[in-house]
């Protein structure tokens, strides 16, 4: 394995992870550190030809994936799909559900079904996920870990106010769901990302490429986070360390929420990333920035 991972060998081995939005970015990245410790993952999206690209990544390393087809929003589809996993792994210890997606727009244009769309995407489809794991196997095989991937919400999220409600509807029930399942020994705990280096920029207008930036020059740490340092918060939270965690969101955001606007902070390059995943992609505008 070619994955640098901090985590000793064999973390995970005879562990069944399931990765929603497995097929790209930090999905994608932690599939890699999760085969890397050992796990067998089962890698959900809506395209089956990112899914087999990562898996093909994960078989030439010696690591094993299933891979399924699945509209996260659909319940349906989710129970089916979760039903597939356990049929062909035949337990889940874990679920990471880190698929989403939103798009830039003011809070008065976003019409009914784009606001729908991208609630959906990032609060119904992690809860319907979860809820199917828990049911169908967490709740009566020994329990498991849960860790949803959120965002930097913290002082709301204005251009995507959809993307904002969506996430911090997510914290609550992460909060809520760690409460209601931990006599059946499960965990449930979030994750949030700041402005991460990810191949999901490439999907970002020129007008939002020049604010990423500008965020860059304002960050306490002057640099964007990488997929490798979101993989390994949610590894942890996977883990056996974190067992006595739960409820909790483990922030990874090189402290953005706390920027004031009466504290000016000089340019450094005194915070070095941690990027252990070989075969990460990093858009064109912002290699100068690694």
Known sequence: MNYRSIYRPGLFDGQSIIITGGGSGIGRCTAHELVALGARVALIGRSMDKLETVKEELAKEGGEATIHSCDIRNEEAVRDTVADVIKQHGAIHGLVNNAGGQFPSLLENISFNGWEAVVRNNLTGGFLFSRECYTQWMRDNGGGSIVNIIADMWNSMPGMGHSGAARK???SLTETAALEWAPAGVRVNAVAPGLIISSGMYNYPESWISRVKARIASHPVKRLGTESEISSGIVFMLSEAAAF???????????????????????????????GFHLADVPEFLREEE
């Not at 909790?248 to 005194?270: E, F, T, V, Y």
């Open 169 to 171: 509807g997510m914290l």
């Open 245 to 275: 965690i739960t409820g909790s969101c483990l922030r990874i955001d090189g402290g953005a929420p706390n920027i004031r606007m009466n504290w000016d902070i000089p340019d450094h390059k005194n915070n070095k990333p941690y990027n």
